[in-house]
């Protein structure tokens, strides 16, 4: 589990305080949003859960280690893979099969070992076809997947991805959250920063933060229900659920917590049958 303990942290060249005492639990298996508006610490948060950021008050343990010890933080960026916004950042070989590989031949890996994985790990995120191919020409949506298939390779127990679907076009954005809770399925915890709420109406639990703070802990259901006050954060809420209370606010007689396209089309339906004669 991660665990992180009043975290307070200053970045050197800010006079205030960038994240207030955040105190917060995640459990293995689990699929954890986080949300929050423009610069409220959301990614100086994540930045945290595997030590490339040291607390500047408060602790982050990983599985038991504390992310200050230099002596873990070799293992818990093994187990704690991150995948960042802009996919171009995030490539380092001159092949697919050489970016995956690289993790793990950090490791000191035997060669045989590393290949097994770089393989296994594409085939994962279904970029096995495309393991010879130079990554600048794949599409953004690939690179991102490549990305994740180099964390696979290193066999983490937690993914932290950080808006990283925000430079992709729909198809790759539908693949890469495909992928993503194919590998929540398959036990990995997952912890999913966005903007855009419909990424994580499926979630097991939100973190929505506020200036540094956070102010909500809960399921998207209670979380989308509270759409006035996400909106005062300056908080988008998914298109449905405000569809939904645009509609009861016209006065008609729909549900307001409804977050996926499934449900929002059943309650429309029935909303129109009632209107039929
Ligand atoms: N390297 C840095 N040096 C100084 N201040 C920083 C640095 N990185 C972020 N900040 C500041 O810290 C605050 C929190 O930034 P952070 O990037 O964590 O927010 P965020 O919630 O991820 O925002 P966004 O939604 O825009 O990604 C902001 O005021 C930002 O300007
Ligand atoms: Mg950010």
Redesign the pocket.
């Known amino acids: 589990m991660i665990r992180v303990e009043d975290l307070v942290y200053q ?1 050197e ?2 006079s205030e305080r ?1 994240l207030n005492g955040i105190s917060l639990e995640i459990e293995e298996g689990e699929y954890v949003g986080i949300i ?1 508006p ?7 948060l994540i930045r945290h859960l595997d030590g490339l950021l040291s607390p500047t008050e408060g602790d982050v343990w990983v599985e038991g280690m504390n992310t200050r010890d230099p002596a873990a933080v070799q293992k818990i960026r093994q187990i704690v893979g991150m995948v960042f916004q802009n996919p171009d950042n995030q490539i380092v070989g001159m092949s697919v099969e050489e970016d995956v590989a690289f993790g793990p031949g950090n490791l000191g890996l035997p060669p045989p070992e590393i290949r097994k994985r770089a393989g296994e790990s594409l085939a994962i995120v279904g970029m096995e076809k495309h393991a010879r191919r130079p990554p600048h020409t794949l599409s953004n949506g690939e690179k991102q997947l490549v990305a994740i298939a180099g964390v696979l390779a290193m066999e983490p127990k937690y993914i932290v991805l950080d ?1 990283p679907t925000s430079y992709l076009d729909p198809s790759g954005r539908k693949r890469v959250l495909r992928v993503v809770r194919e590998l929540n399925e398959k036990g990995i915890t997952i912890i999913h920063v966005t ?1 855009n709420m419909d990424e994580i109406a499926e979630a097991d639990e939100i973190f929505v933060l506020n200036e540094g703070r956070i102010v909500l802990r809960e399921e998207p259901a209670k979380v989308f229900t509270r759409v006035e006050w996400l909106r005062g954060l300056g908080v988008d809420i998914p298109k449905v659920t405000e569809l939904m209370w645009q509609l009861r606010q016209m006065g008609k007689d729909v549900r307001t917590n409804i977050f996926t396209m499934e449900d929002a089309c059943l309650e429309l339906s029935t909303l129109i049958r009632a209107r039929t004669p």
């Open positions: 970045y060249v800010k960038v929050g423009n610069g409220c610490g959301k990614t100086t808006e903007h």
